[in-house]
């Protein structure tokens, strides 16, 4: 099982993110190794960090990620804090539900 959360950064992965994962996949192109993942992202915008859910729901696949459920958080600095985590009811009832429908697809 792999959780997998991105930060969205100019409408791609986080340049550290990038970097690990380039580096890992020349080691083994099935990085994920063919485990179930729950994907989630996050950016300031209202967008929720869309344009790199696209891009990771596109080739997590061929690096052996088995996308189960995804969650994005839109307006990062509005809907989280670092005390209280996802702070939205809303979001955090739609992220719960997300987390319950991945862990029931583990089993």
Known sequence: M???????????????????FDWASRINVKVF????????????????GGNVMAEAQKFFPQFGAIIKESFSLPK??????????VINPEHLSTLNERIDNFKKQLF
Do not use: H, W
């Open 76 to 85: 990062f600095y509005e809907n989280f804090d670092l005390n209280n985590g």
């Open 2 to 20: 792999i959780i997998c959360s991105l930060a969205e950064n100019n409408r791609s992965y986080s340049v550290a993110f990038k970097n690990v």
């Open 33 to 48: 190794q063919d485990k179930p993942m729950l994907l989630m992202t996050t950016s300031p915008g209202g967008y929720g």
